[in-house]
């Protein structure tokens, strides 16, 4: 159907939940929304969809996925890697992602915003960028990131980082492994960025948000931790409530109490759900390789099979919505704002996701009342 009425929906728009209403959606399009009461005079229309109470809510928007559909990006630095990814999440209600390229060599980095680049100029994409998470980093903090590859910010490595002239770059790196002016450069080009997988002390991180990064990748997991005598990165990211940061809702990468102390001090107003998701989202793989080593599938954990190290997260973002509310009792208006208005507000991509709105495309979700997602919508089109 390119012209429909949903009816009897939750919709959450940039007011919240205003009881049951209804969107009209044309040409692939948001073309009206307005209460049930209203819909007698809104004429024929081709088609009706029940939504019987259900959450109506915008397409959600990863921010960092490193693979899936049995592809890893930096293995599978192609359009038809990208389009793999990019269905294997779609059934996990996102309509916009960045791929992302954990440490690797400036080389394979150029050939993933080449193909990044490719990808976005097909017109029902999902890809809205790129996630350049590392090499610049920090050794000791590197986590899955293979020592070979780490190294810091240099002149080649910022232009390349700056390079792709369409859609969104987000670049995570460590305060020790650039300098603020380094940073200045990359946010006056329109680069966000993330601050993670990092030593840095408290005043080396202040320095970097002041430069001009914006946010921080995985709270807690991965930098330095708040202490008696050193609040270091994590301190400062508890500190600062107008930057962002991302967080992995799994259970796993972080305990329900720092989950809990983080929504209080950041408001879900500054959270970001990720996925972190690995090759396996989507896909039935008991190990994958991750740049030479095997990881293994077990328990809703990726590790390493050399040392238990975390690779990522076996998590998909309506997984990561729905424990919002299952570990923390984050109301649903909040829970998938977190993981669809608040990303695209940090990338600054607002005015294309993450809200329902006259004109917006109609990428879209469905949840049911226990937070469950039901079905994706891309441009009109459901996939239930």
């Known amino acids: 159907m390119s012209h ?21 959606v044309h040409d692939g399009c948001i073309a009206g929304i307005f209460d049930d009461t209203e819909v007698e005079d809104r004429g024929e229309q081709t088609g009706y969809v029940d939504f019987e109470g259900d959450i109506l809510a915008p397409g959600l928007f990863d921010i960092q996925v490193n693979g899936g559909g049995g592809v890893l990006f930096n293995d599978n630095r192609t359009v038809d890697g990208l389009n793999t990814i990019a269905r294997a999440h779609r059934q996990f209600g996102v309509t916009a992602f960045l791929p992302t390229l954990i440490s690797d060599h400036p080389e394979a980095i150029g050939e993933g ?13 999902t890809v809205a960028g790129i996630h350049i998470e590392g090499p610049c980093i920090s050794p000791e903090k590197r986590g899955i990131h293979p020592i070979s590859r780490v190294r810091p910010l240099d002149d080649e490595l910022l232009e390349l980082f700056s390079s792709l002239d369409e859609g969104h770059t987000l670049v995570t790196l460590a305060p020790e492994a650039a300098t603020p002016a380094q940073i200045s450069r990359l946010s006056e080009r ?11 002390s408290y005043e080396q991180t202040v320095a970097a948000l002041n430069a001009g990064a914006t946010g921080f990748t995985h709270l807690f997991n991965a930098m330095s931790p708040l202490t008696s005598r050193e609040p270091g990165m994590v301190g400062a990211a508890l500190e600062t409530t ?9 259970g796993v990468h972080v ?16 959270l970001i759900l990720v996925s972190d998701a690995m090759p396996d989202a989507g896909a039935d793989l008991p190990t994958f390789e991750l740049l030479g080593r095997e990881i293994i599938v077990s328990d809703g954990r990726l590790t390493s099979a050399d040392d238990g190290t975390l690779a990522g997260a076996a998590l998909n973002l309506a997984q990561a919505v729905h424990n919002s509310s299952a570990i923390l009792n984050v109301d649903d208006c909040d829970a998938i704002r977190m993981a669809s208005t608040n990303p695209a507000a940090f990338m600054g991509a607002d005015d294309e996701h993450g ?13 049911d009342k226990a937070l469950k997602l039901k079905g994706t919508c891309l441009a009109g089109v459901w996939d239930i």
Do not use: C, P
Request: hydrophobic fraction near 50%; charge should be positive.
């Open 113 to 125: 915003i080449s193909a990044v680049r490719r990808a976005m100029r097909s017109a029902d994409t």
């Open 4 to 24: 429909y009425l949903i009816r009897n929906a939750r919709v959450l728009t940039r007011a919240g939940f205003n009881g049951l209403q209804s969107v009209e």
């Open 242 to 250: 107008d930057n962002w940061a991302g967080i992995i809702m799994d």
């Open 190 to 200: 329109g680069v966000v960025v993330s601050l993670g997988h990092s030593q840095a």
């Open 355 to 367: 809200e329902i709105a006259i004109g917006r495309k109609a990428n879209l979700v469905r949840f």
């Open 255 to 270: 305990s329900s109490v720092a989950l809990s102390l983080a929504l209080k001090l950041k408001t879900a107003k500054k």
